[in-house]
């Protein structure tokens, strides 16, 4: 089972994993062209990447979109974000996928206009990670030098793997997980979803 493996030899075998997702592994290495700072793909294409492949699905089943985050304070800007979007937008127009880009740095200017909460600014893109609705989502991955992929996993990797999606109270809603649990039970059966805790947090963030 690889999730009782050596972390080392998980990282191995999320690379492994990851890499059977031909659209995944262009968007990577499409990405590292474009050179932005602090990015990751991540979100839903990484981990239902590995769900798909556990479950013995399609790598690339039912996957929506792609997701790069990246992190520039510098120019907080929409104009200079939209130049970044807009770059993507050539570099991926032949990908028979969607892929979002967004700068963490700017969310907080944006976030309470379109969810009615305010969303202190994120200090770096893996913060940005942090605050997705389940620990087991929280992951993201880079291309750096010489091919090397760069793994932020914060929460490990073990739930992932055994299908186990654990819920984030201190940096998510409960509404929002369990929508999300509803939706991803319904694509994927297998999984087994962890209850909210009692007393958990109930900051709106998605």
């Given at each position: 089972?690889?999730?009782?493996?050596?972390?080392?030899?998980?990282?191995?075998?999320?690379?492994?994993?990851?890499?059977?997702?031909?659209?995944?592994?262009?968007?990577?290495?499409?990405?590292?062209?474009?050179?932005?700072?602090?990015?990751?793909?991540?979100?839903?294409?990484?981990?239902?990447?590995?769900?798909?492949?556990?479950?013995?699905?399609?790598?690339?089943?039912?996957?929506?979109?792609?997701?790069?985050?990246?992190?520039?304070?510098?120019?907080l800007s929409?104009?200079?974000?939209?130049?970044?979007?807009?770059?993507?937008?050539?570099?991926?127009?032949?990908?028979?996928?969607?892929?979002?880009?967004?700068?963490?740095?700017?969310?907080?200017l944006w976030?309470?206009?379109?969810?009615?909460?305010?969303?202190?600014?994120?200090?770096?893109?893996?913060?940005?990670?942090?605050?997705?609705?389940?620990?087991?989502?929280?992951?993201?991955?880079?291309?750096?030098?010489?091919?090397?992929?760069?793994?932020?996993?914060?929460?490990?990797?073990?739930n992932l793997?055994?299908?186990?999606?654990?819920?984030?109270?201190?940096?998510?809603?409960?509404?929002?997980?369990?929508?999300?649990?509803?939706?991803?039970?319904?694509?994927?059966?297998?999984?087994?979803?962890?209850?909210?805790?009692?007393?958990?947090?109930?900051?709106?963030?998605?």
């Open positions: 089972m690889i999730s009782r493996l050596p972390l080392d030899e998980q990282l191995e075998s999320l690379r492994t994993v990851l890499s059977r997702n031909d659209v995944l592994t262009d968007v990577l290495a499409r990405t590292a062209s474009l050179g932005l700072p602090g990015w990751y793909l991540t979100a839903g294409c990484l981990f239902q990447t590995v769900w798909n492949v556990v479950t013995g699905r399609p790598p690339a089943g039912g996957i929506k979109d792609y997701d790069v985050f990246y992190f520039d304070d510098g120019d929409w104009e200079a974000e939209d130049a970044v979007i807009r770059a993507g937008r050539e570099v991926f127009a032949d990908l028979p996928a969607e892929v979002e880009i967004r700068n963490e740095a700017r969310v907080h976030y309470e206009d379109k969810f009615g909460v305010p969303c202190p600014p994120y200090p770096s893109t893996e913060a940005a990670i942090d605050s997705f609705a389940a620990t087991t989502c929280c992951l993201g991955v880079r291309l750096e030098a010489g091919g090397r992929w760069r793994v932020y996993a914060p929460h490990g990797l073990s793997f055994n299908l186990v999606l654990r819920p984030n109270p201190v940096l998510a809603p409960r509404s929002v997980y369990e929508a999300k649990s509803v939706r991803w039970q319904g694509q994927w059966p297998e999984l087994t979803v962890l209850p909210w805790p009692h007393g958990g947090s109930s900051m709106e963030r998605p």
